[in-house]
Structures are given as C-alpha cells and as structure tokens.
C-alpha cells in the first residue's frame, strides 16, 4: 500500500526479490497540472507496468473493499507514504501490518519528518519499519537504520537517501516477519535518555515563510529543510507590487563585510544577491518566481531590477 514516488523502490524490492505481491493499493487517480487531466500516482503506474492488481479505494472503510483484502489473504501488508487504515484492514494480515517510516521513531512522528530533521539541523536521521496499531506511528518497532545527513543535503536529497535505504530495510522486515525472526520493540525503550520527542507535522504554505530574524545557519537549514518542495519563500515588493520566490541554493556568508539587517537586500545587479540575517548574511544562488521555472542569480537579475525600492514584507503584514 504506497502512493508516492517513495513508496516506488520498496515495491520494486519486494518483487526482485521474488516475493508474491497479491495486490498494490494506491490512491485514486487524481485531476493534476494545467490541464487537470487524471493522473495516477507513482504507485499505480508501477503496479500498472509490471502487471500487478491494482485497488484504488475512496472509502478504505468500504465493507466490499475490506472483503476483497481478506479475500487476498495476505501474509502481511506492506505500508509505505499511504493513508491511516482502519483497524478492519491492519489487522487481517496473520504476520502483520507494518509500516515504513522515514526517521528513527520514536523521533519526528508525522507526516514531514525529512523535512523537520534538516530544518532542526540533525546530522543524523533514518527509517524504520514498525507493526501499526490505533494511533499514527506509535507501534511496537521491527527494525531502523541510521542515515547521515549531509551538511548541504536538502530535503529532495535526503528524500532519496531514505527512499533507498527504506527499500532494503522493508525487504529485511518482511524476510524477519515470514519466519517469525524478529521481536518487536516497543517505542519507550528506545528513547535516548528520556530526551523530548520531536514532531514532524505536516507543513502548510503559511509556514514556509522564511523568518529573517533568526540566525544565518538556521535560515540555512529552513530553507534546505523546504527544498525543493514545498520551497522556503519571501514576499518580494517592488513598486507596490508583490512577487512571491521561493529561495533554493545558498549558504551562510561568514566573514563577509557585508553589513546587512535582518531582510535587508545587496545586489550588484548582475550575479550577486544577499539577505541579510541575525548574523551573516545569506548569499543565494538559486530561486524561483511564482509560475516560473528555478533559475540562477544571474538569471533572475537579467529580468528582474533588484534595487532599493525592493524590500521583503513581512507575510502577515
């Protein structure tokens, strides 16, 4: 049961690896793009292309769709980026349900935890498969593997180290669970030194508004956390119009002269653009305007004249 591209590689794993695949369960197809013509997801084209059955439920509550799960008689139910399920589904599998999540629970439970894991600056993060039960990502835990995280890795990069490392760890989880070689492990135990658990909820565009105040290494790591999807973004006014740019590639400025406020702008007008923080200012390299394509600096400043009537304003004002 997957939707998203990060759900393609577990599916993939499991049939290289010659295990049956009774049935892939995806989301409907769903109107995208300029045309709003129906779509399926990366899911249900893979399961289309390597001829598997392929249930797109509305209802997962569905009496007819329940009874044609328990008419599979699954060994176990592999969940990867789907929907809560009902307890009428998790719990028809003889071996289990289990779920593969991209952290080491019990830290950043959610629905965004590679984008939380950089934005709060973690060095490491990882995936783990765990049993489901009643509540979202709280179930007895199978297995974890840790992953590093890059100092300039942002989330589409991470996206794709966990998307790897979760394909070999569900391959694992159901090799252990097919012959009962694994015991599960409840979340409590794992907590390192009682430490607070951070959450990982899902982010709205109200909050990718970048917060200038802040230290230079932590606008960094927001907006790497927000890369490139959903895209950590400004207001930009100039001459009483707003443009709205999301922020891509940069770094932290340290040691340069540049004496910037918080949400101050330097350009030179051709390849240079910079933002000042609480600190150094944040050089950018790459960014993209509302309806338009990424593109460098350089690019951006051929069409558009920073000068100083541009000013960044404040999303709530």
């Known amino acids: 049961?997957?939707?998203?591209?990060?759900?393609?590689?577990?599916?993939?794993?499991?049939?290289?690896?010659?295990?049956?695949?009774?049935?892939?369960?995806?989301?409907?197809?769903?109107?995208?793009?300029?045309?709003?013509?129906?779509q399926r997801s990366a899911v249900a084209r893979y399961a289309s292309e390597n001829f598997l059955e392929l249930l797109q439920p509305d209802n997962m509550k569905d009496p007819s769709f329940i009874k044609k799960i328990a008419g599979l008689n699954p060994d176990i139910i592999v969940v990867v980026a789907f929907r809560m399920l009902p307890e009428e589904i998790w719990s028809i599998p003889a071996k289990g349900t289990f779920n593969l999540h991209a952290s080491l629970l019990p830290q950043y439970r959610g629905a965004a935890p590679i984008?939380?894991?950089?934005?709060?600056?973690?060095?490491?993060?990882?995936?783990?498969?765990?049993l489901i039960d009643e509540k979202i990502d709280t179930g007895n835990i199978l297995f974890r593997k840790k992953v590093r995280i890059a100092p300039d890795d942002s989330a589409g990069n991470l996206h794709d180290k966990l998307m790897r490392e979760g394909a070999k760890l569900v391959v694992k989880t159901v090799k252990a669970l097919s012959k009962d070689k694994v015991k599960p492990t409840a979340q409590n135990v794992l907590r390192e030194n009682d430490k607070e658990l951070?959450?990982?909820?899902?982010?709205?565009?109200?909050?990718?508004?970048?917060?200038?105040?802040?230290?230079?290494?932590?606008?960094?790591?927001?907006?790497?956390?927000?890369?490139?999807?959903?895209g950590a973004r400004i207001i930009l006014r100039k001459n009483s119009k707003d443009h709205i740019i999301k922020i891509g590639r940069c770094k932290c400025t340290e040691g340069d002269d540049e004496?910037?406020?918080?949400?101050?702008?330097?350009?030179?007008?051709?390849?240079?653009?910079?933002?000042?923080?609480?600190?150094?200012?944040?050089?950018?390299?790459?960014?993209?305007?509302?309806?338009?394509?990424?593109?460098?600096?350089?690019?951006?400043?051929?069409?558009?004249?920073?000068?100083?009537?541009?000013?960044?304003?404040?999303?709530?004002a």
């Open 1 to 38: 049961m997957g939707t998203p591209e990060f759900a393609v590689p577990s599916l993939g794993a499991l049939l290289m690896n010659n295990h049956n695949i009774v049935a892939v369960v995806s989301a409907p197809d769903r109107p995208a793009g300029r045309g709003l013509k129906k």
């Open 115 to 130: 984008n939380h894991a950089i934005i709060n600056g973690e060095k490491t993060t990882g995936v783990t498969t765990f």
């Open 198 to 230: 951070k959450k990982a909820p899902k982010i709205y565009t109200k909050d990718c508004y970048i917060n200038w105040e802040e230290e230079c290494f932590k606008v960094f790591n927001f907006i790497r956390g927000l890369h490139p999807r959903p």
């Open 259 to 316: 004496q910037l406020k918080p949400g101050e702008i330097y350009s030179n007008g051709k390849d240079s653009l910079k933002i000042g923080t609480k600190g150094y200012p944040l050089e950018i390299y790459e960014l993209q305007m509302e309806g338009r394509r990424r593109m460098t600096v350089p690019d951006f400043l051929k069409g558009f004249d920073i000068n100083d009537s541009a000013i960044i304003k404040d999303p709530l």
